[in-house]
T-cell receptor, first 114, second 113 residues
Framework: EAQVTQNPRYLITVTGKKLTVTCSQN?????MSWYRQDPGLGLRQIYY???????DKGDVPEGYKVSRKEKRNFPLILESPSPNQTSLYFC?????????????FGSGTRLTVV | KQEVTQIPAALSVPEGENLVLNCSFT??????LQWFRQDPGKGLTSLLL?????REQTSGRLNASLDKSSGRSTLYIAASQPGDSATYLC????????????FGEGTQLTVNP
């Protein structure tokens, strides 16, 4: 089944403790990105990757890191999480980052930072 | 700056009713518009993708239209069912944003049995 898989689905952590949210897609998509969803603010892009080893900032990149060493994986790293990073996170992928193709989203990761 | 607005924010209808969800966007220079469905605590499921050159797309009981010049799209749901209850999001890819999806806040739909 073609899908984007995120792990974990739920995570509660403490301020300052480094964490990684994994994202993997099995569709050979070139383009991958991360979004966060907050009440009243909607979905906002954090980072995106046009292909392996090519990443760039989205609208709200502060406090996050990403890497794209393999085509299928695009982990989101929070080096020192803070409570304002409590949110619902989504990974998405597409054939190419040209805007011509639709996007497939993962099931989401609900992160709580206390 | 591209803004996407969805009206209404919430909608409650009896089962069997036909309904229309609205989406408007301020910048008409878009590559495409995509409608998603989001169930509580779950991810986004793609419903329909309309390219900027297209006027509408259909899938089962769903029909989405796009009027790029006026910056509007509608999602028509025929013969609604309780299983259609969810939040519906529209998102556009702006020509100058490369690949970023700009989302509306969504319409929360409840279909009552």
């Amino acid at each position: 089944e073609a899908q984007v898989t995120q792990n974990p689905r739920y995570l509660i952590t403490v301020t300052g403790k480094k964490l990684t949210v994994t994202c993997s897609q099995n569709m050979n998509h070139e383009y991958m990105s991360w979004y966060r969803q907050d009440p009243g603010l909607g979905l906002r892009q954090i980072y995106y990757s046009m292909n392996v080893e090519v990443t760039d900032k989205g609208d709200v990149p502060e406090g996050y890191k990403v890497s794209r060493k393999e085509k299928r994986n695009f982990p989101l790293i929070l080096e020192s999480p803070s409570p304002n990073q409590t949110s619902l996170y989504f990974c998405a992928s597409s054939w190419a980052g040209t805007g011509s193709y639709g996007y497939t989203f993962g099931s989401g990761t609900r992160l709580t930072v206390v | 700056k591209q803004e996407v607005t969805q009206i209404p924010a919430a909608l409650s209808v009896p089962e069997g009713e036909n309904l229309v969800l609205n989406c408007s966007f301020t910048d008409s220079a878009i590559y495409n518009l995509q409608w998603f469905r989001q169930d509580p605590g779950k991810g986004l499921t793609s419903l329909l993708l309309i390219q900027s050159s297209q006027r509408e797309q259909t899938s089962g009981r769903l029909n989405a239209s796009l009027d790029k010049s006026s910056g509007r799209s509608t999602l028509y749901i025929a013969a609604s069912q309780p299983g259609d209850s969810a939040t519906y999001l529209c998102a556009v890819v702006k020509e100058t944003s490369g690949s970023r999806l700009t989302f509306g806040e969504g319409t929360q739909l409840t279909v009552n049995p």
